[in-house]
């Protein structure tokens, strides 16, 4: 258990090599939870529970949460089985080649500027999202390539936002995942073409989504 007391951040790695991190708890953080550097590669971090503020979610303060769960700007990394239950980003990913698996996030819900997963562009991309829970908080991903999420299961209106900054989308696939919202016409997956449109787009697949 690491109670950072609205203080600071809980773990950092820099220069860290093939690093396991298991069975943590890390809590209020006032910046971030779990910090892996660009200097660090191959961090594993499995069964774990990170949260700003002790919740069990409909938190009336919920607005207000801040922070990051946990920052990926390494390459190589992994997520198993980790549940991030307050911040205001569950997961900040700008490394490449990070495999997140059996994530749950139930962080700050979107309609209070929340974001689940947020894909920062960055180099090579190819990261990939499977078998895990967006819970009113969904997936951000700046001109995404080699970008794989499936088998995930996406509720209360969360969603797959493929994000142009400088308009590319490469390699992507959004498959076999299901969504669960209020039936308003939320799109599942959406693009975010507020810095210009995409204009190089290649193999790009969205298919067999359940909603």
């Known amino acids: 258990m690491i109670?950072?007391?609205h203080r600071g951040a809980g773990i950092s790695l820099s220069n860290a090599l093939r690093t396991s991190i298991e069975n943590v708890y890390v809590?209020?953080?006032?910046?971030?939870?779990?910090?892996?550097?660009?200097?660090?590669?191959?961090?594993y971090i499995s069964n774990s529970f990170l949260g700003q503020h002790p919740t069990a979610g409909r938190d009336p303060h919920e607005g207000n949460f801040t922070g990051t769960a946990i920052n990926l700007s390494g390459t190589n990394n992994a997520l198993t089985n980790v549940v991030l239950f307050s911040s205001a980003v569950g997961v900040d990913v700008s490394g490449h080649g990070n495999t997140l698996s059996g994530v749950h996030c139930y962080n700050k819900a979107t309609r209070f500027g929340g974001t689940g997963?947020?894909?920062r562009k960055s180099g090579l991309g190819q990261n990939r999202i499977i078998n895990s829970y967006l819970d009113y908080t969904g997936i951000v991903a700046e001109d995404p390539l080699q970008?794989?999420?499936s088998n995930s299961f996406f509720r209360g209106d969360a969603f797959v936002a493929l994000k142009s900054v400088k308009g590319v989308v490469s390699g992507v696939n959004i498959v076999d995942n299901t969504f669960s919202g209020s039936n308003k016409g939320t799109g599942i997956v959406q693009l975010q073409q507020s810095n210009g449109p995409f204009n190089k787009i290649d193999q790009v697949v969205v298919d067999r989504e359940q909603r």
């Open 117 to 119: 997963i947020y894909l």
């Open 27 to 43: 809590a209020h953080f006032s910046t971030i939870g779990i910090n892996v550097h660009p200097s660090s590669s191959e961090t």
């Open 3 to 5: 109670d950072s007391n």
């Open 147 to 149: 970008l794989h999420v």
